[in-house]
T-cell receptor, first 111, second 110 residues
């Protein structure tokens, strides 16, 4: 059974710092991996989708990488801002199933 | 904006009563999903649909049923609500493999 793990569960950084969020999964036979952001009391906002054939995707200050063979993905956030404070979730899609989610990393960026 | 609307957004009910949550989409997406989100468990799939009248169970489907009689509406029903079903429920649609979520429905079962 696929399991998705995100470490650390919480992270605090000062404004301007570059940071990396980690996501690992147990079964490498995935279709794609998706990163989401969730603000308190809100729904999930899709940040980046990486297809299984891709190594990385970029959007603005965000860069997500995927290494299927090692079962890992990272979300790199450059020059963090207080507005980046949120919970970040990763999820993987396998054949014949819907997305399987990690429990998220809660990021706090202080000004 | 994927055009997803969930209703009601907040509901308080009593144990044993039936509850129906509605997910409405405006863009004719084929795949729709219901998830629940709980502290310590994250997001877990309840049911999903891959077309009108085509639905399947997810990881935590016990105590829930779904219906999809029209492309735009996906209904989640709790036939007899229990306190363990207190949660935040999210509807999602899939577009080219990417999931987009609604704002959620917070359900409290007393």
């Amino acid at each position: 059974k696929q399991e998705v793990t995100q470490i650390p569960a919480a992270l605090s950084v000062p404004e301007g710092e570059n940071l990396v969020l980690n996501c690992s999964f147990t079964d490498s036979a995935i279709y794609n991996l998706q990163w989401f952001r969730q603000d308190p009391g809100k729904g999930l906002t899709s940040l980046l989708l990486i297809q299984s054939s891709q190594r990385e995707q970029t959007s603005g200050r965000l860069n997500a990488s995927l290494d299927k063979s090692s079962g890992r993905s990272t979300l790199y956030i450059a020059a963090s801002q207080p507005g980046d404070s949120a919970t970040y979730l990763c999820a993987v899609e396998e054949a014949g199933t819907a997305l399987i989610f990690g429990k998220g990393t809660t990021l706090s960026v202080s000004s | 904006d994927a055009g997803i609307t969930q209703s009601p957004r907040h509901k308080v009910t009593e144990t044993g009563t039936p509850v129906t949550l509605r997910c409405h989409q405006t863009e004719n997406h084929r795949y729709m999903y219901w998830y629940r989100q709980d502290p310590g468990h994250g997001l877990r799939l309840i049911h999903y649909s891959y077309g009108v009248k085509d639905t399947d169970k997810g990881e935590v489907s016990d105590g829930y049923s779904v219906s999809r009689s029209k492309t735009e509406d996906f209904l989640l029903t709790l036939e007899s609500a229990t306190s363990s079903q207190t949660s935040v429920y999210f509807c999602a649609i899939s577009e080219a493999g990417e999931l987009f979520f609604g704002e959620g429905s917070r359900l409290t079962v007393l």
